[in-house]
Nanobody
């Protein structure tokens, strides 16, 4: 059973930066599709970014493009979400998730319905 754990959330002012981390004890992401999603109060979970661990290809939601970066460490044990130029509308609980590599996730790893393994999430609060 893969147990994902997010960390790095916190409270920042608009324009600030945070770096979120996603790990799973004893697990190597290898060729997985690894996604970052977020959920604000009263809203549905939405895509943020994803990476195909096997080749490093990244995908971004429009809201994240140009401000966020998803990164994988060399050991493929930690996936990061570097968030810059944060806005109040980025306030949400951020979740990481992983799916074994297949053709579906390779084409569109930002589909929330693709994923079954979720972490507990980490709160990000951006004040104006």
């Amino acid at each position: 059973q893969v147990q994902l754990m997010e960390s790095g959330g916190g409270s920042v002012q608009a324009g600030g930066s945070l770096r979120l981390s996603c790990t799973a004890s004893g697990y190597i992401f290898s060729s997985d599709c690894v996604g970052w999603f977020r959920q604000a109060p009263g809203k549905e979970r939405e895509e943020v970014a994803a990476i195909v661990a096997g080749d490093g290809t990244t995908f971004y939601a429009d809201s994240a493009q140009g401000r966020f970066a998803v990164l994988l460490d060399d050991a493929k044990r930690t996936v990061y979400l570097q968030m810059n130029s944060l806005k109040p509308e980025d306030t949400a609980v951020y979740y990481c998730t992983t799916h074994p590599y297949d053709r579906v996730c390779r084409v569109d790893p930002l589909r929330v319905d693709l994923y079954a393994r979720w972490g507990q999430g980490t709160q990000v609060t951006v004040s104006s």
